[in-house]
């Protein structure tokens, strides 16, 4: 699973061609010109075609090559377009509970104005929940689950991502997944459900981080 978005991406350019055939100097036209006049004008007429055809290969030359360069920006430009438009904007919604009981069945966390969640601005979805207890367990099982709420029948459906407090974890826990697994669209609310078995202490109060990504697409 990628840390954070991002692109990781090279476009070849192409490779410059060279004109060795004027570079090395085999087309001086003063060099080893025989007499008579004739025969130099000969000479010159041909040297000077031997400059036009190597000039005619190096313009074909260029041409591939800026053929090849065209290619290559527009890969570069559909790649950055593609990048803008999956551009990912990772957030946090915090819910907490006072007192936790020893035995509670989905109890809908608040956020500090409501228990029905946070309304999602975005399509996205859920990657990580965090639980802390600021009292560490001395019995029983404390679980957080992530929950979304539909935004057009209003049933909510429980995710299965979910972070423990137990006997190993007795203070704090966290659980990641990939982004794309759980998803939700924009207008649904995001909350947290919390369910207890024989935990002990009742008077531990809790904080619970959902990390979400949006991306703009279920995905």
């Known amino acids: 699973m990628p840390e954070r978005a991002g692109l990781e ?3 070849a350019h192409a490779e410059l061609p060279r004109l060795k055939m004027i570079r090395g100097g085999q087309l001086n036209l ?8 004739q025969e130099r004008i000969a000479e010159l007429a041909r040297r000077m075609e031997a400059i036009e055809e190597a000039l005619d290969r190096g313009a074909e030359q260029y041409l ?3 053929k ?14 593609r990048g803008i438009n999956e551009r990912s904007l990772d957030l946090a919604c915090y819910f907490f509970l006072d007192n936790v009981g020893a035995n509670l ?19 996205g979805s859920i990657t990580s929940i965090t639980v802390t207890s600021n009292a560490a367990r001395t019995a029983g099982t404390l679980t957080v689950e992530a929950v979304v709420t539909d935004r057009d029948d209003a049933t909510t459906a429980k995710s299965g991502f979910t972070a423990v407090l137990d006997a190993t ?8 997944q990939d982004p794309g697994t ?3 669209e924009e207008g649904d609310l995001l909350g947290v459900y919390i369910t207890t078995a024989s935990f002990a202490p009742t008077t531990a109060d809790i904080d619970v981080c959902l990390g979400i990504r949006y991306t703009g697409r279920t995905r």
């Not at 003063?30 to 006049?37: A, D, I, Q």
């Not at 090849?68 to 377009?81: F, H």
């Open 182 to 184: 759980d998803t939700f």
């Open 9 to 11: 991406h090279t476009i």
């Open 105 to 123: 069945t989905d109890q809908a966390l608040s956020n500090g104005m409501s228990t029905r969640g946070f309304a999602a601005e975005d399509f």
């Open 64 to 66: 591939e090559y800026l």
């Open 30 to 37: 003063t060099r080893g010109l025989s007499v008579p006049l």
């Open 169 to 176: 974890n007795t203070r704090t826990n966290t659980a990641r």
């Open 68 to 81: 090849r360069e065209q290619v290559s920006l527009s890969a570069a430009i559909d790649l950055l377009a």
